[in-house]
């Protein structure tokens, strides 16, 4: 059998999400950035043109990686990172809970206090690859007001459901989520 997929146009391209089950109700498109250079480099582009004045780009491990390198190449302005493990080399990381949609258990975020340190009252930007329930970006806010930084923008390829209406987050296309009847 065919797997369905969901025809996504977003920076000038078009590329074909293959439909995945997250329960018996829904699916939602499976939006993959990595190894696909030239849509991050696109979405980089576009997203840089849209996003305002800031200091540093933060993400969380592991699928806005790609993206936040590719707008820190373009920009030339640092990115930073939130790990879902701490690891051996940070010193006295800080973690934050966080439950995704495309992750079965509790996660929690971390980030090294030197990292952390430079957020403070730095112009943050945080990125990701799809922003669906919200759960990853609120753990970046908390880490980032933690830090004493100042969130500028939240930015996004993709508004997945509910996330388009919102109004503090910058996206470049919608994500349907697909109710199954």
């Known amino acids: 059998m065919e797997q369905k997929t969901y025809e996504l146009k977003v920076a000038g391209l078009t590329r074909h ?5 997250i329960n018996e109700k829904v699916d939602i498109a499976a939006f993959i950035m990595f190894s696909d250079v030239e849509l991050t480099v696109a979405c980089a582009e576009e997203l840089l ?3 305002p004045e800031h ?3 933060l993400t969380a491990e592991s699928k806005g990686i790609p993206l936040a390198y590719e707008m820190s190449r373009q920009s030339g302005i640092k990115y ?15 973690g934050v809970d966080v439950k995704s949609i495309t992750t079965a258990r509790l ?4 980030m ?16 990701d690859d799809v922003i669906s329930t919200g759960e990853s970006l609120n753990a970046l806010e908390a880490l980032v007001g933690k830090a004493g930084g100042n969130i500028v923008g939240k930015a996004t390829v993709l508004a997945e459901g509910d996330a388009a209406d919102r109004d503090d987050i910058i996206f470049l296309e919608p994500l349907p989520v697909f109710v199954k009847e």
């Open 17 to 21: 999400l293959p439909l995945c089950p």
């Open 49 to 51: 043109k849209k996003v």
């Open 55 to 57: 200091d540093v780009i």
């Open 80 to 94: 930073l990172l939130a790990r879902k493990s701490a690891k051996l080399y940070m010193s006295n990381p800080v």
């Open 107 to 110: 996660q929690t975020l971390y």
């Open 112 to 127: 090294d206090q030197h990292d952390l340190e430079y957020l403070h009252g730095k112009r943050v930007l945080i990125v």
